[in-house]
Structure formats: structure tokens, C-alpha cells
């Protein structure tokens, strides 16, 4: 049986320790039509990275490859919080508990967060976030074992995040399955990452862009190899 409505429902609530954020109870209010409409594929950028260790390579043109998400970041909340009488916690000690350390990301009820999810492909590996909470931060990783199928939760009338107007012939909402693979080798917080975010974003780096500052309402957020790699690298680094 899966855990009943753990996940964030229709967005991310800001991090409380994130004084740039409004807090809020649905991730970045955008018309159903106009999100329905974006492509389910993440967008694929490019950036121009000053920082010597993290510079991309360039191809035989000169010009610098374009990027492709191939990373995610999940919000989860590890504390209590009651949604229409369902406590909705689930923290990364909750994914452990569960069979084989797996479970399905269901209950996200953003389009953008949706079309995220809908992109993920078997085997990639996702940060583990706990947010709403007295100190967020990423705490474990885990891995994608089950792409894309229907969110069971929007067909239950008693789960949370029940939908009306979603039909089984055509679902509007996505899940997918995730894997523990392991704990961080350290907490790594909210704040440690922004203050890498700005020093980036000043002077360039792979972090000046990273979308959990620049789209922080996103309970699924996409990652490229850079982000990814610097921020593991921070569990290595001793805590500032």
C-alpha cells in the first residue's frame, strides 16, 4: 500500500530559512492552460560558466554545447502537516522504511513539476530535500526505478489530492517510482547551497542558475550534471 499523500501536493511551500521566498501553499501560480500547453520536456539551456573547474566543453565550432537536465532534486516534508485531515510527512527515514526502500512520488499537482516528472528516465538519480522545515536541506539520494504512469491519488476521492477533473481514459497527473540509494555523507542545507548560488551568480559558476532559487516553489526540480556534481561534492567539504 502506498504511504497515504507524503509528497508535495500542488507545490512546494517555501523553505521557512529561504527569506527570498513568499511563503506560499501552491508552487508559482501559472494558468493550468498556459503550463498544459509546455512542452513535457524539460527545457534545455545553455549557460556560460566563468568558473575554470566547472567550465563546459566546448564543441569543435566554438560554441559551448547545450545542456540537458539529466538530474532532479525532490522536496519532501519530514515534519508533520495535516491536508484535508491527512498527515502528509514523509521523510527520507519514511522512504526507508518502506518495502525494498521504494516507493511512487505521487501527489503533484503542478504542470511544470508534472512535465519534470514525465521526463525522468530509468536509473537516474535524484536529491532527497527535506523542505518545510525548521532547517531544509538535501539529506540522501535516491534513483528513478519506474518512469512515468498514472498518479493513482487523483482517482481517490479520500486522498488529498484528489482531482475531479481528471479521467482514467486521459490522466492529467504523473507519478513516478523512487529507490533510496544512500544518505549524504553529511546534511548538506539550504543555506550552505545559496551561498554557492550567490557566489556563482556573481562571478559564474555551475549554481548561478540552479532552479531551486530561481523557481523555488517546484516540489521537482531538474538538475544538470553540473549542479549535480558540484552540490555532491559539498558532502566531501566540512560544514561552513
Known amino acids: 500500500m502506498p504511504w497515504p499523500s507524503r509528497k508535495r501536493d500542488k507545490g512546494a511551500v517555501a523553505d521557512k530559512k529561504e527569506p527570498d521566498a513568499k511563503i506560499a501553499k501552491t508552487e508559482e501560480e501559472t494558468s493550468d492552460k498556459e503550463e498544459e500547453e509546455k512542452s513535457a520536456k524539460p527545457p534545455a539551456g545553455s549557460s556560460k560558466s566563468g568558473w575554470k573547474n566547472w567550465k563546459k566543453k566546448e564543441s569543435e565550432s566554438g560554441e559551448e554545447s547545450k545542456i540537458t537536465y539529466c538530474h532532479w532534486l525532490l522536496k519532501s516534508e519530514p515534519e508533520s502537516r495535516l491536508e484535508k485531515g491527512v498527515d502528509v510527512k514523509f521523510s527520507v527515514d519514511d522512504l526507508k522504511a518502506q518495502p525494498n526502500q521504494t516507493t511512487c512520488w505521487d501527489g503533484v499537482r503542478n504542470y511544470q513539476a508534472r512535465n519534470f516528472l514525465r521526463s525522468m528516465k530509468l536509473g537516474q538519480q535524484a536529491f532527497f530535500y527535506h523542505s518545510n522545515c525548521k532547517e531544509p536541506g538535501i539529506v540522501a539520494l535516491v534513483k528513478i526505478v ?50 554557492h548560488h550567490l557566489a556563482h551568480k556573481a562571478d559564474g559558476g555551475p549554481l548561478k542558475d540552479m532552479m531551486l532559487f530561481t523557481r523555488q516553489r517546484l516540489s521537482i526540480q531538474p538538475l544538470t550534471q553540473e549542479e549535480f556534481d558540484f552540490v555532491l561534492s559539498l558532502e566531501e567539504e566540512k560544514p561552513h
Open 146 to 195: 519506474k518512469e512515468a504512469y498514472p498518479d493513482h491519488t487523483q482517482f481517490d476521492q479520500k486522498d488529498p489530492h484528489y482531482d475531479s477533473t481528471s479521467r482514467k481514459e486521459n490522466p492529467k497527473w504523473s507519478m513516478v517510482d523512487v529507490q533510496f540509494v544512500r544518505m549524504t555523507k553529511r546534511f548538506i542545507p539550504l543555506s550552505e547551497i545559496k551561498a
